[in-house]
């Protein structure tokens, strides 16, 4: 089975930035398109970003032109560089494998990492 563990949320101003990391275990993450998910309290999880295999990459308008994802296959890892962050942001982020040529993921979910975004 593959293991998604993401780390590097925290709590930031608005305007800030975060880096959260996705790494894997018990798989060549390479391999695999991944896409990085956002959960709101009362709200559904949201595809945000995604990366293949070959490093092209997609964003929601939510995020796009702030966010920016991206992958160290040295590091079995993907990344999601988050600025300009506002409120609206806070969320618990979650990354997983995608189905080739789609948003839509297929593994299971991990417990997250927490975003806040408040003064």
């Known amino acids: 089975q593959v293991q998604l563990v993401e780390s590097g949320g925290g709590l930031v101003q608005p305007g800030g930035s975060l880096r959260l990391s996705c790494a894997a275990s018990g798989t060549i993450l390479s391999i695999y398109a991944v896409g990085w998910y956002r959960q709101a309290p009362g709200t559904q999880r949201e595809w945000i970003a995604r990366?293949?295999?070959?490093?092209?990459?997609n964003y929601a308008d939510s995020v796009q032109g702030r966010f920016t994802i991206s992958r160290d296959n040295a590091k079995n890892t993907v990344y999601l560089q988050m600025n300009s962050l506002k409120p609206e942001d806070t969320a618990v982020y979650y990354c997983?494998?995608?189905?080739?040529?789609?948003?839509?993921?297929?593994?299971?979910w991990g417990q997250g990492t927490q975003v806040t975004v408040s003064s």
């Open positions: 990366i293949t295999s070959s490093g092209q990459t």
């Open positions: 997983n494998k995608l189905v080739a040529g789609t948003a839509y993921a297929y593994g299971s």
